[in-house]
């Protein structure tokens, strides 16, 4: 590391460790808060190297501008409409994820996509593709679908909004946190009923894919019951995701205290 770069990284820390102070946070709090463990904390505020993710996430929990490495040098930035985000952050979101979430037809079924990520100078934003292809009864069914990915910076969230004639569906995601290359959320969407559509929302967990290949990944991309190998652990996970990640209104019946509801 060269004397610039030690500085750099130095003054930023000392620029972290100011807003600590400032709030009134602790590291143990900062961790929680962000979603990082200690150790990831206490690198950054001793100067040393991180992703620049990190930094993004730290510095907006703590409300200050974010300090990355390189800026200002070929930066390619996103669109005003999609959130203004850099890409360099997001260069780890780039690649293949599974896609893991439940079916509208059967409470016992869950469905595996596969989402591929990536930069579009044209559009000047990220885009995202899902594949979901699969044979049900002699016949194709082709869900896949495309379309932009808009990062907040208010939110901290992303969202894959996907538009074809009028119909809108969109999948909110959570960032990917630490180690765990996992994104968490729903997706608002329309599902086909015997006489109509209805408006339509469920869990779903976006999982990294090491050593993608979509040749080989691809023939993955289907319906999963539960004597697949992955529906433990996929259900699970979408277990964790209803608890944690989804917030959803509360009824009347729900409110009201246990002595005045009816049994």
């Not at 709090?29 to 993004?56: C, F, M, P, W």
């Not at 999609?82 to 690649?95: H, I, K, Q, S, V």
């Not at 069914?141 to 808009?150: A, E, F, L, P, T």
Request: charged residues 25%; contains cysteine.
């Amino acid at each position: 590391m060269h004397n610039g770069e030690s500085d750099f990284l130095s003054a930023r820390a000392r620029k972290i460790e100011r807003a600590l102070v400032t709030k009134k946070w602790t590291r143990v709090h900062l961790a929680n808060v962000t979603g990082y463990d200690e150790r990831t904390i206490r690198n950054v505020l001793s100067g040393k190297a991180v992703r620049d993710q990190t930094i993004l996430d730290i510095s907006q929990a703590l409300d200050i501008e974010a300090e990355l490495e390189g800026e200002g040098h070929n930066v390619e930035v996103a669109g005003e409409l999609y959130g203004a985000y850099a890409r360099t952050p997001f260069l780890g979101y780039e690649g293949g994820f599974f896609g893991f979430r439940r079916s509208f037809t059967s409470p016992l079924l869950l469905m595996r996509t596969l989402f591929e990520f990536a930069w579009s100078d044209e559009q000047e934003c990220l885009i995202f593709h899902e594949h979901s292809r699969f044979s049900n009864r002699q016949k194709v069914i082709d869900h896949s679908q495309n379309g932009r990915v808009y990062i907040s910076p208010l939110t901290d969230l992303m969202h894959l909004l996907t538009t074809f004639q009028g119909a809108v569906r969109l999948i909110t995601l959570t960032k990917i946190r630490g180690g765990d290359e996992v994104m968490r959320g729903a997706i608002l969407t329309q599902s086909e009923r015997p006489m109509y559509y209805a408006p339509s929302i469920l869990p779903i967990v976006l999982k990294k894919i090491r050593d993608y290949d979509l040749s080989i990944h691809l023939t993955m991309v289907g319906p999963l019951d539960d004597k697949a190998e992955d529906y433990e652990a996929a259900c699970s996970e979408l277990d964790q995701t209803e608890r944690e990640v989804l917030h959803s209104a509360v009824g009347r019946a729900e409110r009201a205290p246990a002595a005045l509801r009816v049994v």
